[in-house]
């Protein structure tokens, strides 16, 4: 059990780090003004537009880096630095959220199965850390126990897998439409494209310590059998 405690910490520590370097990002970016000067409400809305849905709409939401996609309801939520801001950050965010409303209109395949897979990690989320603890401390006399959480926690390894081209995808239809529209400059696409990479990378992070973790439960599960 002292190897999963190591992998939490490692990728913890890890997952700080990039944390921290996305909020320098955001922060250096946020300095640096549109030459377009359009804000990210503006930008956001022109490339819904622009990409023909009008179900869709623009809001401001507390928080910093709060920024999300709704498709329950069909809102493009931005932070306040987001929502008003004329910046190369609030555009290349404002811009990805977009993406994601135009997966929705259009079916993007991997958001789709996202979207169905939410149920399932929601309802195993909410019992699955207190069957692994269960079963890990009574595997070597109840080792199935400890398999029904193995299975839990996939399915929010798969979650965090698929999440992966999900973000990948979304950050390249903004990144697309910044660039073949305009909004952003040659000299200020590479500034968006750097935003948001390291937006992507707190999802890989993620998937990654996922990973990581279940193979350790599956390894303790198989060394809890081979003591039988």
Known sequence: MGSIYLVSIIFVGISMLVSWRLKSKFNQYSKVGLASGF???????????????????????????????NPMNKTVNLSPDVYQGRSIAA???????????VQHATAYS???????????VQFSSNMVQWILLAGILLVNVFPSLLLVGIGLFAMTTIFSVVTLPVEFDASNRALAWLKTT????SSEYP???DALKWAATTYVVAALASIATLVQYILIYLGGRSRD
């Open 191 to 193: 500034q968006a494209k």
């Open 91 to 101: 555009a290349a965010v404002a811009a990805h959220e977009c993406g994601h409303a």
């Open 39 to 69: 804000s990210g409400k503006e930008i956001a809305e022109r490339m819904l537009r622009e990409n023909g849905i009008y179900d869709v709409q623009v809001i401001s939401v507390d928080g910093f880096l709060s920024d999300h996609y």
């Open 182 to 185: 305009g909004v952003a400059t």
């Open 110 to 120: 991997w958001l789709m199965l996202r979207s169905r897979l939410v149920p399932v």
